[in-house]
């Protein structure tokens, strides 16, 4: 069965760096992008970066762009977020889910459990 | 970028009603709406694909309609299970953009 697994989340200061991780298994991840979408608490989700199944092309929102780095490590089934400058306002749940196999448009049909990220001084 | 407007932000129901929540994106986006279910303290669930398709063991009595700027999910019957916040997105293109999101209450 598709896993996603996410971890990394910790309480960290304005202005330092933190990075994330996600597990995959139950399916060919090479195949897939994958995009981390985060929620912070009591609000909505906002979509936050895309990574394409070879890693090449990358898309990032307005709000964390020159400050958050997704990539991927396809021979490990790993995909990664590096957040620098972190602000409060990114505090939030940080969930991994995939997205379209590759040549195709779909949305997110897996999501892993969540990592929390708290920003605090 | 694209943005996508979602209305209402709640909506208050009983059980066995009938509701519709609505989702407009800024330009054209085909049929690339996708429609999630969140329950509190859960991961978001995906309902609908490509504006209309149901997921795999979603009930019938969701559907999505709409194609370009204007989307619609209805819940028909409503069920206790169905208290939940909804969400739409598009996936034509980056970014990704999720609506504010819909919280259904029972009445």
């Known amino acids: 069965q598709v896993q996603l697994v996410e971890s990394g989340g910790d309480v960290v200061q304005p202005g330092r760096s933190l990075r994330l991780s996600c597990a995959a298994s139950g399916f060919t991840f090479s195949r897939y992008s994958i995009h981390w979408v985060r929620q912070a608490p009591g609000k909505g989700l906002e979509w936050v970066a895309v990574i394409s199944h070879d890693g090449n092309t990358k898309y990032y929102a307005d709000t964390v762009k020159g400050r958050f780095t997704i990539s991927r490590d396809n021979s490990a089934n790993a995909l990664f977020l590096q957040m620098d400058n972190l602000r409060p306002d990114d505090a939030a749940v940080y969930y991994c889910?995939?997205?379209?196999?590759?040549?195709?448009?779909?949305?997110?049909?897996?999501w892993g459990q969540g990592t929390l990220v708290a920003v605090s001084s | 970028d694209i943005q996508m407007t979602q209305s209402p932000p709640s909506l208050s129901a009983s059980v066995g009603d009938t509701v519709t929540i609505t989702c407009r994106a800024s330009?054209?986006?085909?049929?690339?709406v996708a429609w999630y279910q969140q329950k509190p303290g859960r991961v978001p669930k995906c309902l609908i694909v490509?504006?209309?398709i149901l997921q795999s063991e979603v009930p019938s009595r969701f559907s999505g309609r709409g194609s370009g700027t204007d989307f619609t999910l209805t819940i028909s019957s409503l069920r206790p299970d169905d208290f939940a916040t909804y969400y739409c997105?598009?996936?034509?293109?980056?970014?990704?953009?999720f609506g504010q999101g819909t919280r259904l209450e029972i009445k």
């Open positions: 330009q054209d986006i085909s049929i690339y």
């Open positions: 889910a995939r997205g379209a196999i590759a040549g195709a448009t779909y949305p997110h049909d897996y």
């Open positions: 490509d504006a209309s």
């Open positions: 997105q598009k996936y034509n293109s980056a970014p990704f953009t």
